[in-house]
């Protein structure tokens, strides 16, 4: 594997559902990211991990939960979403944390909520 | 936030022909990168500009960033169906910590 992997690559779950999203990162890289896409809206950066340290929480609803175990996986677990929440879900990384760092995407998770 | 807008939101060419797309903003920009997003996919970096009145080339694109450091354009010279995605530019400023902000991105699709 190369690059960056996210599974599942779609997901329809209820609102009472738990589900888990991972990334993982074969780039040596030290910084992970969440970002949420909706349409007509530009990405939403979500949750920042620098050397698995959160180091940024864009006022994410608690009902989505980041965990980085190390600097190549990240995981966004998913409680009592709402239909709002249905979008495509794209994991990234850099070499740092730097806003000017280069960022590689994985190819998205896209969920729907019912 | 501070706010990127892109335009146009959409255009439809043929095969062949030149485009032109923007990206602006009211602040200047500490650095600024462009991606391409397929359908079903991530987006893909293309080029990270630095220096204002910075010119780079990538094949067929040509990236220009504005001298004052607050705007960018893609120019793509005889576009191809292989073109066709979503372009996004994402900017980084001086007080932006960690937050790469992105535009909304403009939507290309080349018809044969």
């Known amino acids: 594997e190369t690059g960056v992997t996210q599974t599942p690559r779609h997901l329809v779950m209820g609102m009472t559902n738990k589900k888990s999203l991972k990334c993982e990162q074969h780039?040596?890289?030290?910084?992970m990211y969440w970002y949420k896409q909706s349409a007509k809206k530009p990405l939403e950066l979500m949750f920042v991990y620098n050397f698995k340290e959160q180091t940024e929480n864009n006022s994410v609803p608690s009902r989505f939960s980041p965990e980085c175990p190390n600097s190549s996986h990240l995981f966004l677990h998913l409680h009592t979403l709402q239909p709002e929440d249905s979008a495509l879900y794209l994991c990234?990384?850099?070499?740092?944390?730097?806003?000017?760092?280069?960022?590689?995407f994985g190819p998205g998770t896209r969920l729907l909520v019912l | 936030t501070q706010l990127l807008e892109q335009s146009p939101q959409f255009l439809s060419i043929q095969e062949g022909e030149n485009l032109t797309v923007y990206c602006n903003s009211s602040?200047?920009?500490?650095?600024l990168q462009w991606y391409r997003q397929e359908p079903g996919e991530g987006p893909v970096l293309l080029v990270t500009v630095v220096t204002g009145g910075e010119v780079k080339k990538l094949k067929r694109l040509t990236f220009q960033f504005g001298d004052a450091r607050k705007d960018s354009s893609l120019h793509i010279t005889a576009a191809q169906p292989g073109d066709t995605g979503l372009y996004l530019c994402?900017?980084?400023?001086?007080?932006?910590?960690?937050?790469?902000?992105f535009g909304k991105g403009t939507s290309l699709l080349v018809t044969p």
């Open positions: 994402a900017g980084a400023w001086s007080n932006s910590g960690y937050a790469l902000n």
């Open positions: 780039l040596g890289h030290n910084a």
């Open positions: 602040s200047v920009f500490s650095s």
């Open positions: 990234a990384s850099s070499q740092d944390g730097l806003a000017g760092g280069n960022r590689y």
